[in-house]
């Protein structure tokens, strides 16, 4: 699998098309030194894709979506969210608020043991765009701790708390606590106001489209209501969800 997807690597950056976001396409032309090779040789080591240090979106050209979700909220309602992926056969990213998860440990470990995959939302969700760097820092490198203790890795994945895109100050905090990728997103169903299942549905809807990143909440009994028309409705769009890593994979 790793080998197939340096392969695939590899054939994209010879195609000048690497996959980015928002214009941060990469190119072999922009080689400054023209003695190295802009294409590693096939017979080197694997070498995972280079993101970006935000992504908005994954891939326009594959069937795939990623749910990604705010991990925090009533342990029965994230129980019910997690039945109904299971139910719906969907994978999905919860990023998690470290207070949630370290007093909901054997729930970080059913994402995990459902093929979910679990993320670092910061330590307590406070508006991380306005903290001083030190501060911002210490939300995530301590959420990072709390998933390493449930799960035994920080994740591949941060959020930030309270803010759709990442500041410098906060992409450089990630990056220093072990994220070099934020995870942002492209679709908003804003389902945290409650507007009930089937405007989350419809917003939804409405606005995915293949590499969509779409922006849930645990912690909503709409939300929850709202999995399986959901994800009977990307369905029936030709639409598969998956965790991010496999959105990028
Ligand atoms: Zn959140």
């Given amino acids: 699998m790793?080998?197939?997807?340096a392969l695939r690597?590899?054939?994209?950056?010879?195609?000048?098309?690497?996959?980015?976001?928002?214009?941060?396409?990469?190119?072999?032309?922009?080689?400054?030194?023209p003695s190295t090779p802009a294409v590693a040789?096939?017979?080197?080591a694997p070498v995972a894709p280079t993101l970006p240090d935000e992504v908005r979106h994954g891939p326009r050209d594959r069937s795939r979506i990623a749910l990604t979700f705010h991990g925090q909220g009533d342990p029965r309602l994230v129980t019910g969210?997690?039945?109904?992926?299971?139910?719906?056969?969907?994978?999905?990213?919860?990023?998690?608020?470290?207070?949630?998860?370290?007093?909901?440990?054997?729930?970080?470990?059913?994402?995990?043991?459902?093929?979910?995959?679990?993320?670092?939302?910061?330590?307590?969700?406070a508006d991380i765009k306005t903290m001083k760097p030190q501060l911002a820092y210490a939300e995530i490198s301590a959420c990072a701790e709390a998933?390493?203790?449930?799960?035994?890795?920080?994740?591949?994945?941060?959020?930030?708390?309270?803010?759709?895109?990442?500041?410098?100050?906060?992409?450089?905090a990630a990056r220093r606590a072990g994220y070099p990728t934020c995870?942002?997103?492209?679709?908003?169903?804003?389902?945290?106001?409650?507007?009930?299942?089937?405007?989350?549905?419809s917003a939804t809807l409405a606005a995915a489209r293949p590499g969509s990143i779409v922006s849930l909440?645990?912690?909503?009994?709409?939300?929850?209501?709202?999995i399986a028309p959901l994800l009977a409705g990307l369905r029936t769009r030709g639409?598969?969800?998956v965790t991010a890593s496999e959105l990028f994979g």
Avoid: M
């Fill in 183 to 201: 995870l942002s997103y492209d679709v908003d169903p804003r389902d945290f106001t409650d507007p009930g299942p089937s405007a989350i549905v």
């Fill in 81 to 125: 969210l997690l039945d109904q992926l299971r139910h719906g056969g969907a994978h999905a990213t919860i990023l998690a608020v470290g207070t949630w998860l370290t007093a909901n440990p054997a729930l970080g470990r059913r994402v995990l043991a459902d093929g979910h995959e679990l993320g670092n939302h910061t330590q307590h969700h």
């Fill in 9 to 33: 690597a590899v054939t994209a950056v010879a195609l000048g098309a690497v996959a980015a976001c928002d214009g941060a396409e990469q190119s072999p032309l922009r080689t400054a030194d």
């Fill in 147 to 172: 998933v390493r203790s449930v799960t035994g890795s920080i994740g591949r994945w941060f959020r930030p708390s309270q803010t759709q895109y990442a500041t410098p100050t906060i992409k450089s």
């Fill in 239 to 241: 639409l598969h969800a």
């Fill in 217 to 226: 909440h645990c912690g909503h009994q709409g939300t929850v209501a709202a």
């Fill in 2 to 5: 790793q080998r197939r997807d």
């Fill in 41 to 44: 040789p096939r017979s080197t």
